[in-house]
């Protein structure tokens, strides 16, 4: 979120805890798109 908010982006709703045990935000970018952002402790990501 910080990086997108350094290129230019707004934030629109900040980063915070969710009820699923993550966080989540959303932000949106200089061409007028909206972005979530997520993360969650539990996901496993296979490489």
Do not use: C, Q, R
Request: glycine share 10%; proline share 4%; charged share 30%.
């Amino acid at each position: 979120m910080k990086e997108a908010e350094t290129a230019g982006a707004t934030i629109t709703d900040p980063a915070k805890d969710t009820f699923w045990g993550g966080y989540s935000g959303h932000f949106l970018d200089l061409d007028g798109h909206v972005w979530e952002v997520v993360w969650n402790p539990e996901w496993e990501v296979e490489d």
